[in-house]
């Protein structure tokens, strides 16, 4: 039977991370970089994936990894989701890495040490509300270079390389180079930018000649790894606004000890610990490969999303009219529950695909 609780080695892990966060990563300081020109936090992302080695997390030991599971990976989602941490991880470590393992080849594996030790930042060139196994927009390859646009592309504006796909290929691409320009576009989740990325005649070299595997796999691991992030948002929303019904007072009593209230924070705990089980499940599917990983992400998207954004909600009306402003760090937690909400597919979407995956399709 499967255990999905933390073991000790994961609640280490959650120590070491958290402190970290505590540490360099409070509520005013991301605030700070929402509003700054610098998409990441470069020093922060240095000392995770360097210092740390969380970056090769998922790469094997003799790639130059740390020869973890996808277990260990959720962890790490759950506390930089509980501190919206402007960091590449997701993109980079999880969906870029991920693909590149479904790649063959020196050329995929020197790459996969490059992002392993975290001096390389990558991306998959794949609009980031494309879902696992839907189709997904690529561009012309021509001579060994790469022509044409794709938009919606997470954490470009920060990665050194691109992993595009292309004529039914998989290329990568460094973003230095002359024919790339990456664009930043208008983005609801400033801690995890957008931008379209346009190449013209760019050098491209190649990884795979199967593309929508390559693809499919590291969607497919984004998508089930990000109901853990989705998490991290929800208890942090939970937490904190139990934490404020309890302080702020109304008709001399909190408000807190009002029916209304405990009944609408008691069912978001019932929704939080629902999405935890879900979340474990799909990260413990993709580890060990077994027990349907495409099922187990698609039903952890299809709970967690709606239930991070509803936290969100339920904590910005909570918290009355300090929730309303700027200042205060509930707003960044839901922009980043909305943005995921349709990251990797929708609810509605996986909905879908699991009524598809168990024979069971809509009337």
């Known amino acids: 039977m499967t255990d999905l609780l933390y073991s000790e080695e994961e609640e280490a892990l959650r120590s070491a991370v958290r402190d970290l966060l505590t540490d360099r990563c409070d509520a005013a300081s991301v605030l700070a970089r929402a509003e700054s020109d610098a998409p990441h936090d470069a020093e922060l992302w240095k000392t ?28 790490v989602l759950e506390e930089l989701g509980r501190a919206v941490a402007p960091v590449p991880y997701l993109t980079s470590a ?37 879902a696992p196994g ?12 790469l022509h044409g646009e794709l938009t919606g592309i997470a954490d470009a504006a920060g990665a050194d390389v691109l992993l595009v796909p292309a004529g039914g290929g998989l290329y990568a691409v460094d973003t230095g180079q002359d024919g790339v320009t990456v664009t930043p576009q208008t983005s609801l989740d ?44 929800a208890e942090w929303c939970l937490t904190e606004t139990v934490r404020y019904v309890k302080e702020r007072h109304q008709f001399n009593r909190p408000v807190g000890s009002f029916q209304a209230l405990k009944h609408r924070l008691a069912q978001l705990w019932l929704e939080v610990v629902n999405t935890r089980a879900a979340a474990r499940h799909a990260a413990d599917a993709l580890a060990r490969g077994s027990d349907e990983p495409s ?11 709606p239930v991070a954004v509803r936290a969100a909600e339920e904590a910005v009306q909570l918290h009355g ?43």
């Open 190 to 233: 400033l801690t995890r930018p957008l931008a379209t990325v346009t190449f013209d005649g760019a050098h491209a070299r190649a990884l795979t000649h199967d593309a929508p595997h390559a693809v499919a796999q590291g969607l497919r691991a984004g998508a089930g790894l990000l109901a853990s992030e989705q998490l991290g948002i």
């Open 295 to 305: 099922l187990a992400a698609a039903v952890a998207q299809a709970y967690a999303a």
């Open 48 to 75: 995770l994936a360097g210092g740390m080695g969380l970056a090769g997390l998922l790469v094997p030991e003799e790639l130059g990894g740390q020869g973890a599971t996808h277990r260990e990976a959720a962890v």
């Open 134 to 145: 839907a189709p997904f927009k690529d561009v012309r390859h021509e001579g060994g270079a």
């Open 321 to 363: 009219g300090i929730g309303m402003t700027w200042e205060h760090p509930v707003h960044l937690y839901l922009k980043r529950a909305k943005a995921d909400s349709i990251a990797y597919g929708t609810a509605g979407h996986h909905r879908t695909s699991v009524a598809e995956l168990v024979a069971l399709p809509a009337p």
């Open 94 to 130: 999880v969906v870029a890495t991920e693909a590149l393992l479904a790649c063959d080849g020196s050329e995929a594996a020197a790459l996969l040490g490059a992002l392993a030790s975290g001096r390389t930042v990558g991306a998959l060139a794949v609009s980031l509300a494309a």
